[in-house]
């Protein structure tokens, strides 16, 4: 079985902690949760440090500060109803999975949330492979009903991986 995840490790922290196999198990959650063949899709997650990530968000976002996950879909998926479903891709074959694109988490920020909301580190980072998944298939959080149809989307996903809501 192909991966869904391939994992670039810029910092070995995230090696020692086991981001592959988290980010796998998480991505399968959440594609199975949508109704999406796993095998038909992959994506890069790149496990960083805050340097890298605050470079990314200069760069990309214009905000030249640390950010605990950033995404970059291959393409635009959003609703254009604020609330409505994205557009949820076709799959390819599993020997040429359709890409979603790509997700960078940065190990300190990820850490000092963790310890500031008193979970474990690896449901926090669960929670974020999530999150980062659902922007690379369109769903956002910048309006209202966007925000409310992505966040009941992540804490379904998380409760199939045995985590709780992380906004209650």
Not at 43 to 57: E, F, H, K, T, V
Not at 125 to 140: E, P, R, S
């Amino acid at each position: 079985m192909e991966p869904l995840v391939d994992i670039v490790v810029e910092d070995a922290r995230w090696e020692a902690f086991g981001l592959e196999s988290l980010a796998e198990r998480a991505c399968r959650a959440a594609a199975e949760e949508l109704g999406l063949p796993p095998e038909g899709f992959v994506l890069c997650l790149m496990g960083c440090d805050d340097a890298r990530i605050a470079a990314l968000n200069a760069d990309f976002r214009g905000k030249p500060r640390p950010t605990n996950v950033l995404s970059w879909p291959s393409e635009e998926r959003g609703a254009e109803g604020d609330g409505d479903m994205p557009d949820l891709p076709e799959p390819g074959r599993p020997d040429d999975p359709e890409e979603l694109g790509d997700i960078a988490i940065a190990w300190e920020t990820c850490a000092r949330e963790a310890a500031e909301q008193g979970k474990p580190m690896a449901d926090h980072v669960t929670h974020l492979v999530v999150h980062g998944l659902l922007h690379l298939l369109g769903y956002d959080h910048v309006r209202e009903r966007d925000a409310a149809l992505m966040e009941g989307t992540e804490v379904r996903i998380l409760a199939q991986l045995g985590l709780s809501d992380p906004y209650s």
